[in-house]
């Protein structure tokens, strides 16, 4: 079943929120603090996979156009507009709470090349391995984030499967289309700008930085066309 890996990660964010909830008695000072730490942990994963890159001007590229097209489309706006949403439907008191914690979530959960990479090996050899590995981290991390940003990180279990999802499914036809040497290098490239991303949203859970991280998704799109178009000049100037 091409859909399983990510079926079951979204499960586990979901049952990782619950849990979170009912531990949310934990006394304030200890949310932070973990908090904190998950922030710390979050900017350490990030530079690990910021360094990652081969073709460092890539990264630089995607990140400047798509952090252009992500202003101008505003989907950090889009994405807060529909925490916003479910928030007014659950009949929160707490204004932006849910939002907080369904926009911080999202981000942490879909950005990243195990999202990525994970779902591909679901399309290409249906093999959840690597979708496996990430629910039990997105699990054990939907808990700590439960107890410190609310019921909100449940929410951003759906936008994750489907994101997910879409690639797997892409995945099944990607092998006609795309030569290995093009899909490995965006794998390199995308980890990198995924990297730098996640570093951002590690400043934003520390309160050093407002980065709208959202903004700048699309530059994984234009990873994916800088490393197609550089492929192919290559392949005609040779």
């Known amino acids: 079943m091409v ?9 586990a964010i979901i049952a990782g929120t619950f849990l979170g909830k009912v531990m949310h008695r934990i006394p304030e000072k200890v949310k932070t ?8 942990a979050v900017v350490i994963l990030g530079i ?36 916003f949403w479910i928030e007014r439907r659950m009949g929160s008191t707490e204004e932006g709470g849910i939002a907080k914690g369904f926009v911080t979530a999202t981000l942490i959960f879909a950005i990243g090349a195990m999202a ?3 779902a591909l090996d679901s399309g290409l050899r249906g093999d959840h391995q690597v979708l496996y590995t990430k629910s ?23 936008p994750v499967m489907i994101y997910q999802g879409m690639i797997a499914l892409f995945a099944t036809q990607i092998e006609q289309w795309i030569p290995d040497p ?14 730098i991303m996640i570093l951002a949203i ?18 994984i799109l234009v990873v994916a066309l ?11 100037t040779m």
């Open 3 to 11: 859909l399983l890996g990510t079926i079951v990660n979204g499960i």
């Open 33 to 40: 603090l973990v908090l904190q730490s998950i922030g710390l």
């Open 48 to 83: 690990q996979m910021g360094v990652k890159s081969e073709q460092f001007l890539i990264v630089i590229l995607s990140l400047l156009f798509g952090s252009i097209i992500g202003e101008i489309m505003d989907f950090d706006g889009k994405l807060n507009k529909l925490g």
């Open 116 to 118: 990525i990479i994970g």
């Open 136 to 158: 039990l981290l997105d699990g054990f991390t939907s808990i700590v984030l439960a107890t410190t940003l609310g019921v909100g990180v449940l929410f951003s279990a759906f």
């Open 182 to 195: 093009i899909m490995d290098a965006f794998i390199i490239e995308m980890t990198s700008a995924g990297g």
């Open 202 to 219: 590690g400043l934003n859970m520390l309160e050093i930085t407002k980065i709208r991280v959202a903004n700048m998704l699309p530059a």
């Open 226 to 236: 800088l490393v197609a178009g550089q492929y192919f000049y290559h392949q005609f």
